[in-house]
């Protein structure tokens, strides 16, 4: 069972740039494709971007695309993601995914999921 951890998240004035990890443990990893979701409260996970076990496929939410920056590192068996020119509405709660599938943008594909990480950005 594979067990996700972010971290990096915190607060951050509008125009800056904050970088989120994802640790993996407990199994292959670099088998896995890996998504960033994000959530804020009374509102539905949002995809943010993903990436392939071999980063061949990377695809982002046009929300998000231009400012953030999905990667990953296969044998630190961890995912990052590059968040720069913050928004205030990027405010939300960041949450690290795991699936079996490459490519995939809803929710219930990915069967992994970290416990989340806040990031506010203030204005």
């Known amino acids: 069972q594979v067990q996700l951890v972010e971290s990096g998240g915190g607060l951050v004035q509008a125009g800056g740039s904050l970088r989120l990890s994802c640790a993996a443990s407990g199994g292959t990893f670099s088998s896995l494709g890996m998504g960033w979701f994000r959530q804020t409260p009374g509102k539905e996970r949002e995809f943010l971007a993903t990436?392939?076990?071999?980063?061949?496929?990377?695809r982002y939410a046009d929300s998000v695309k231009g400012r953030f920056t999905i990667s990953r590192d296969n044998a630190k068996n961890t995912v990052y993601l590059q968040m720069n020119s913050l928004k205030p509405e990027d405010t939300a709660v960041y949450y690290c995914a795991g699936s079996i599938f490459a490519g995939r943008t809803l929710e219930r594909s990915y069967g992994y999921w970290g416990q989340g990480t806040q990031v506010t950005v203030s204005s």
């Open positions: 990436i392939s076990s071999s980063s061949s496929v990377i």
